[in-house]
C-alpha cells in the first residue's frame, strides 16, 4: 500500500493529569519525508512528542504507524516499531558512558545492528573520541549528538526530534541538520522535529505544521518555507 | 611478637566477619533501594525465606551449596511475586511501599508461626574450627567473608559488563527515556526487586547454619541491613561497600574492646553521625562532587 503515510495523527487529545494540552491534533508523515512543527512556546508541541511515544496517554484520538495503531502501546513498544524519540533537552544519561549511552539505544532494534556502531560515529566523530567520558560532563552541542546517535543506534525507521537545536551553536545546528538530511536521503529515515530555529527549518523541513493553543492550524509546503516573514509570524507573539 | 600477631589476627577475623555480616545483609536492600527508591521492611522476611528454604533443602540431602543457592532462588520468586502484585501499584509512593512492605513482613512472619510453629531444626556450623595462638575460629566464618567478596564482585560485574546491569543502570538514571528508547523498564524493576530479595535470601542461606531458626529471625539483620544502607547511600558500590568497611573497623574495635553490646552503640552512633554530616551518605557525597 504505498499511499499508507508513515504516521497518521487523527483527533489527538492528551495533556497532563486533568489538564488538557492538546486539543485534536490532526497531522500526517508520508514515507520518506522529514516534516517540521512550529509553534511559539506552551502551545503543546513537546506534550505531542510525548503522546506520540507514549510518555503521556492520549484520552482521545489514535496514532497510526504505516497501519498500524499504536497509541494502546506502551512506549517500550512504540520504539520497538522503530521510533526513535530524542527528548527536549536531551536527557542523556548522566553518569553512563558516551559508549554506554549508544548502546542502550540499541534497545529500539532489540539487538545489535552490524556496523551501526562506526556508522553513529562515522556522523559524530566526538562520540568516539569521547568514547569513555561520562555522559554529564559534555557539552549542549556534544549531549544532542549523542541523543541522536543513541537512537540511530536501533536502526529506527522514523525519529522524533523535540527542539534539537536548543541552545547549541549554529556549526553544530547545521552539523545536525546535514546528517538528518543526508541519512533520509539514503536511507528514506522519516523525521518530525519541533523547532523555533528558521536557520534548521530552512535546512531541513520538506513540509511543515504550525502549531497553536493544541491544534495544527496551518500546513506549509516547502515553497511556504521560503517566505521568512510569514515563518517568523508564527514563531513570534 | 608472636602475641601482637595474634591480636592482630584475631582484630581480622572479627573484620572479617563483621563486613561479611554488613555486606550480606545490606545488600539485597541496598540494590532495591538504590535502584527503586524503595526501602523494603520485608527485607528480613526473604532473609527468613532464604534460611528455612536452604535448611529444608540441607535436611532432605542437597549439598549445603546447592541448598543455600535454591534458598536464594526462592527469596527472588517470592520477591517477584511481590513487586507484580503490590509494589509495581506502589511507584511514586515511598511512604506507602514503607507501610505496604511493612504490612507483608508481620503478615509472613505470623504466618509462618502458625505454619511452622516457633522454630526449625537447623543443620548445625560444618566444617569445625581451627587455632590460632590458644583461640580458636570457625572455618565457616572464613567462608562466609569470602562469599561476601564474591558477591560483591558478581554484582560488579553483573552491573557494569551485562545487558540487564546497563539497562538497570540507564532505567534508575531516566526512567522514562530508557522506556522510550524500547527498554521494558516494568521488567527492568521487577528482576531488580526479584535481585534484592535473592541477595536476601541468599544471606538467610549462608547465615541459617550459624543461628536459630525462628519466624522473627530476619529482624536480627534488619539494624546491620539499614545502617549500612543509610551510611552508604543509594550506590552498591560506591556507597555500600565502603560503608561496610567502615562500620566493619568500629564494630570490630568496640566488639574486642568492650564487647558485643559496644559494638552494637558503636554502630547506631557512627549512623546518626553519618545522617548529620552526609544525608545522602556515602555515595550520595562522592556522586554530588562527580557531578
Ligand atoms: N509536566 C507538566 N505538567 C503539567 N503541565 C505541563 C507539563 N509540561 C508542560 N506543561 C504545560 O503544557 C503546556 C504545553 O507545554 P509544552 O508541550 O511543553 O509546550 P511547547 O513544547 O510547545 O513549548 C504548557 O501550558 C505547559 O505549561
Ligand atoms: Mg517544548
Given amino acids: 500500500m504505498p499511499d499508507t503515510p508513515l504516521l497518521q495523527v487523527t483527533g489527538l487529545n492528551g495533556g497532563y493529569g486533568g489538564k488538557p494540552v492538546l486539543q485534536g491534533v490532526d497531522f500526517h508523515v508520508n514515507e520518506g519525508e522529514i516534516v517540521a512543527i512550529i509553534g511559539r512556546n506552551g502551545v503543546g508541541k513537546s506534550t ?40 527536549q533537552g536531551r536527557d542523556v544519561f548522566p553518569r553512563m558512558t558516551v559508549l554506554e549511552n549508544l548502546l542502550v539505544g540499541q534497545s529500539i532494534s532489540g539487538r545489535k545492528i552490524d556496523g551501526m556502531l562506526e556508522q553513529v560515529h562515522g556522523h559524530f566523530p566526538i562520540l568516539q573520541e569521547r ?23 536501533g536502526g529506527p525507521s522514523m525519529v522524533l526530534l523535540d527542539e534539537p537545536s536548543e541552545g547549541i551553536q549554529p556549526n553544530i545546528v547545521q552539523g545536525i541538520a546535514r546528517i538528518m538530511v543526508d541519512l533520509n536521503a539514503r536511507t528514506g529515515l522519516g523525521v518530525v522535529f519541533v523547532e523555533q530555529n528558521l536557520d534548521m527549518i530552512r535546512a531541513m523541513a520538506q513540509r511543515c505544521y504550525v502549531m497553536d493553543k493544541g491544534r495544527i492550524t496551518a500546513s506549509l509546503t516547502r515553497a511556504d518555507l521560503d517566505d521568512q516573514d510569514r515563518l517568523r509570524s508564527y514563531l513570534s507573539v | ?27 539485597g536492600l541496598a540494590v532495591i533501594f538504590g535502584m527503586m527508591g524503595v526501602i523494603n521492611l520485608a527485607h528480613g522476611e526473604f532473609i527468613m525465606c532464604g534460611a528455612y528454604v536452604s535448611t529444608r533443602a540441607a535436611h532432605a540431602g542437597v549439598p549445603m551449596p546447592l541448598a543455600i543457592l535454591l534458598g536464594a532462588a526462592c527469596a527472588g520468586i517470592a520477591g517477584m511475586i511481590v513487586e507484580l502484585l503490590v509494589i509495581r501499584r506502589l511507584y511514586q509512593r515511598p511512604l506507602d511501599t514503607i507501610v505496604a512492605t511493612w504490612g507483608i513482613s508481620m503478615i509472613v512472619t505470623q504466618g509462618m508461626l502458625i505454619l511452622l510453629g516457633p522454630s526449625m531444626q537447623g543443620v ?17 566464618r572464613i567462608i562466609l567473608m569470602l562469599s561476601a567478596v564474591a558477591t560483591l564482585a558478581v554484582l560488579w560485574l553483573m552491573f557494569t559488563r551485562t545487558r540487564f546491569g546497563l539497562l538497570s543502570r540507564a532505567t534508575i538514571q531516566v526512567p522514562h527515556v530508557a522506556e522510550a528508547l524500547g527498554v521494558n523498564t516494568n521488567l527492568v524493576y521487577s528482576v531488580t526487586f526479584g535481585l534484592g530479595a535473592a541477595l536476601a535470601g541468599l544471606a538467610g542461606g549462608l547465615y541459617a547454619p550459624t543461628m536459630t531458626l525462628v519466624p522473627t529471625m530476619g529482624a536480627s539483620f534488619m539494624v546491620e541491613a539499614f545502617v549500612t544502607v543509610v551510611v552508604g547511600g543509594a550506590d552498591i558500590f560506591l556507597g555500600t561497600a565502603p560503608a561496610a568497611l567502615i562500620l566493619a573497623v568500629i564494630k570490630a574495635g568496640l566488639t574486642s574492646w568492650q564487647g558485643q553490646l559496644a559494638g552494637q552503640i558503636g554502630l547506631l552512633i557512627a549512623v546518626i553521625i553519618v545522617i548529620r554530616i552526609l544525608p545522602r551518605g556515602i555515595s550520595g557525597k562522592i556522586l554530588r562532587e562527580r557531578g
Fill in chain 2, 124 to 140: 548445625g556450623t560444618p566444617f569445625g574450627s581451627f587455632v590460632v595462638g590458644g583461640y580458636s575460629y570457625s572455618v565457616y
Fill in chain 1, 131 to 153: 568514547a569513555s567520558q561520562r555522559a554529564g560532563t559534555l557539552s549542549g552541542g556534544q549531549q544532542q549528538q549523542l541523543a541522536i546517535g543513541r537512537v540511530l543506534m
Fill in chain 1, 48 to 87: 505531542l512528542m510525548k503522546t506520540l511515544i507514549g510518555l503521556l496517554p492520549n484520552q482521545r484520538g489514535t496514532v497510526h504507524l504505516r497501519g498500524q495503531q499504536i497509541d494502546n502501546l506502551s512506549a517500550h513498544r512504540r520504539a520497538r516499531l522503530g521510533i526513535g524519540y530524542v527528548p
Fill in chain 2, 1 to 27: 611478637m608472636v602475641d601482637s600477631l595474634n591480636l592482630v589476627f584475631s582484630f581480622l577475623y572479627q573484620f572479617g566477619d563483621a563486613f561479611a555480616f554488613l555486606v550480606l545483609s545490606a545488600c
